[in-house]
């Protein structure tokens, strides 16, 4: 039996999507418990290119792929491997597409093994034992490991092994739907009730809502990173400044002097 092929890959500047199962892992699939424990967690990265592959922030992912197609799948057409990577404006079969996943590529690793898991501070990274202080939405570098799957010599897996949280991020509320929150507004205004909002008086008492609250008042033109960051122990400013870039002198992909590594479809 061949030895199997893995082929390690770091990406930067992308967010995280969900951090249920980052510390503690899941022990069942589709209802049914699991021989081994399933670390996984999932990220986005912005699309500015038309292919994954001439994704900027994903060309070190591109070319482990490429090294991964070349050394174990090139006996098959580049368009009959099913890689681990999604376009999130097209919506899995029979779900609503969640406004998270859309003008962004998505990609979901795992690990039977604890994943380790890190925070930048004073631009040190320092093991994070828990989610606190940390949220879905938040930036992070992430190095994974490709392989093709055991169960189908077609699929190529992502291991998720690292992940370093280097910058606050919009939280992103994963498993949201149905109803928007301007249809509820709408909802609400036809039940005769007259919610202002924070600093506006709120609503009325008997409505339920606490009395008291001060939210803390933030510059909306400074963007989402001047939202207060959570302090972590031993620090007083809480998260790292904005997330790291590609190295500058690694692989470049996408712009004028593009050119798609082999085995991956050319785009006219």
């Not at 969640?98 to 962004?104: L, V």
């Not at 992430?142 to 291991?159: E, F, I, Q, S, T």
Request: proline letters at 10%; a positive charge.
């Amino acid at each position: 039996m061949a030895q199997r092929v893995y082929k390690p890959a770091a990406i930067y500047d992308s967010r995280i999507i969900g951090l249920r199962n980052l510390w503690e892992p899941s022990r069942e699939y589709m209802g049914r418990p699991t021989e081994k424990p399933n670390y996984l967690a999932s990220i986005i990265v912005k699309k500015t290119r038309g292919a994954w592959w001439e994704e900027p922030a994903l060309a070190n992912f591109t070319e482990a792929c490429q090294a991964l197609y070349t050394a174990s799948l090139s006996h098959i057409p580049f368009q009959q491997v099913t890689w681990p990577i999604k376009d999130g404006d097209v919506a899995d079969v029979g779900r609503a597409n969640p406004e998270w996943r859309k003008g962004h590529w998505l990609l979901t690793g795992s690990s039977t093994s604890p994943i380790e898991v890190s925070i930048v501070q004073g631009g040190v990274p320092i093991p994070l034992r828990n989610r606190a202080g940390v949220k879905s939405g938040d930036y992070v570098m992430v190095a994974v490991a490709l392989a093709v799957k055991a169960n189908d010599p077609r699929g190529v897996k992502c291991y998720l092994n690292k992940v370093v949280f280097t910058a606050e991020g919009e939280e992103i509320v994963v498993g949201s739907g149905g109803i928007s929150a301007a249809e509820l507004m709408e909802h609400a205004k036809a039940q005769g009730m007259n919610v202002t909002g924070f600093g506006g008086g709120g609503a009325p008492a008997q409505q339920g809502f606490g009395q008291g609250f001060a939210p803390p008042v933030v510059n909306p033109s400074a963007g989402p990173m001047a939202q207060p960051a959570a302090a972590f122990p031993g620090s007083q400013t809480g998260f790292a400044p904005p997330p790291v870039q590609p190295p500058a002198n690694g692989p470049q992909f996408g712009g004028q002097n593009f050119a798609a590594p082999k085995g991956f479809p050319s785009r006219q």
